[in-house]
C-alpha cells in the first residue's frame, strides 16, 4: 500500500532524510518514531507531497507521488499534528468545504453522516469549531481525514492535548479504523505506539535504525532475555520442574517474595520462547502463577539507546562551538 525506496532529501548541504526505504502493508497500522530534529516529519511531508524528495521513490496505493500526484494524494487522508480547521465553520459547513475540496463523489449526506457517527461529533455538527473543546476540533481533524474514504491514514499526534479518557477513546478509533485502512501513527507517545500498531518504525538524524514489531525490537536490542517468575508451590519442586523445560540453559531460586510465593530466574536458549511451556507444566501441577515478566528492554528504552548517541554528539559539538 504504501512502497518508499532509497528515499533522500537535502536542504543545501543538510541531509534531513538519508536514503530510508520502507513499506507498510495494506491494513497494517505503522508506529512513525524519531526524536525532534531526526527527519520523521521531512519524511512525512514528503509521504503526503506536501514536499518532493531530493531523490528517492514514494508510491501510494501504486502511484508514484511525483509522476501521479493527484492519485496519490486522492488516496491519503492526512491528519496534520494542528489540525486545518476553519475556527468560524460550524463542523457541518467545514466537512463540506471538505467534501467539496477532495471532489469527493460519494453521497455526501450519507457519507458524512457515517463519518460523523463513527467518529463520534454527530452530536456537535451544527456548532461553531471555534466553540468545541480540544478534544471535539481533534475529532474533527480526523473526520476531514477521512472523507472519501481514502486506503491510507496519516496520522500526526493525533492525541496530543487531549484528557486521558479522550486518548483511550481515539486510540481505541485508530485500531477500529485500521480494519478498513492503512495507517501510518507518528507520535511522541511511546505507551501509544505500543498499544496500537502492528509494527514500529525509528528514524535518527535521518536514517532508519529500527523496523519490527515490538517483540522483535526487543528481541533483536536486548542483552538480558531472562525471565523473571514468581510461583506459589513449593520451592524446590518448582524448581525442579521448571529444570525439566526445553530449552531452559539455567535458573536461579531468589527466594521467597510472600508467603508461599518464590521467585525464579530463568535463562533461556537464545532465541526460544518458553513462556507456554512454563505456563502448562505450572498448571498441571495447580501451581499459580502470579507474576511472570522478561527483562527485555522496553520500547521506550529502546528507542533511547538508539537515539540517544546522537544526541550526545550532537550536544557535545554544539557545546565545541
Not at 449526506?109 to 461553531?128: F, S, T
Not at 501509544?192 to 538524524?205: K, L
Request: one cysteine or more.
Amino acid at each position: 500500500m504504501i512502497e518508499v525506496q532509497n528515499l533522500t532529501k537535502k536542504y543545501g548541504s543538510h541531509l534531513a532524510v538519508d536514503d530510508i526505504s520502507f513499506s507498510v502493508k495494506e491494513g497494517e497500522i505503522l508506529g512513525f518514531l524519531g526524536p525532534n530534529g531526526a527527519g520523521k516529519s521531512t519524511t512525512m511531508n514528503i509521504l503526503t507531497g506536501y514536499l518532493s524528495g531530493t531523490s528517492g521513490q514514494v508510491r501510494i496505493n501504486g502511484f508514484d507521488i511525483l509522476e501521479n500526484p493527484n492519485e496519490a494524494k486522492a488516496s491519503i487522508g492526512y491528519l496534520p499534528e494542528l489540525p486545518p480547521l476553519y475556527q468560524d465553520m460550524t463542523v457541518k459547513e467545514y466537512l463540506d468545504f471538505v467534501y467539496d475540496l477532495k471532489k469527493c463523489t460519494l453521497p455526501r449526506q450519507q457519507h458524512l453522516a457515517e463519518i460523523c457517527k463513527l467518529i463520534k461529533i454527530d452530536n456537535v455538527y451544527d456548532r461553531l469549531i471555534k466553540n468545541l473543546s480540544k478534544g471535539y476540533r481533534q475529532r474533527v481533524g480526523l473526520a476531514q481525514a477521512l472523507v472519501g474514504n481514502p486506503p491510507v491514514l496519516i496520522l500526526d499526534e493525533p492525541t496530543v492535548g487531549l484528557d486521558p479518557s479522550q486518548i483511550i477513546e481515539i486510540r481505541s478509533l485508530i485500531k477500529s479504523l485500521g480494519k478498513h485502512h492503512t495507517v501510518i501513527l507518528s507520535s511522541h507517545i511511546l505507551s501509544e505506539v505500543e498499544a496500537v500498531c502492528d509494527r514500529i518504525i525509528i528514524i535518527n538524524s535521518g536514517k532508519l535504525v529500527a523496523n519490527g514489531t515490538t517483540a522483535e525490537l526487543a528481541e533483536t536490542y536486548s542483552k538480558d532475555h531472562r525471565i523473571i517468575i514468581r510461583v506459589a508451590g513449593p520451592e524446590k519442586e518448582v524448581k525442579s520442574v521448571l529444570a525439566t523445560i526445553a530449552n531452559v540453559e539455567k535458573i536461579t531460586a531468589n527466594g521467597e517474595k510472600e508467603p508461599g510465593v518464590y521467585e525464579f530466574i530463568i535463562s533461556p536458549n537464545a532465541g526460544a520462547d518458553i513462556r507456554r511451556d512454563i505456563f502448562s507444566r505450572l498448571a498441571d501441577r495447580e501451581w499459580p502463577i502470579l507474576a511472570l515478566k522478561t527483562n527485555e528492554l522496553s520500547l521506550e528504552e529502546i528507542f533511547v539507546s538508539l537515539t540517544q548517541s546522537d544526541a550526545a554528539m550532537s550536544s557535545k559539538e554544539g557545546d565545541d562551538e
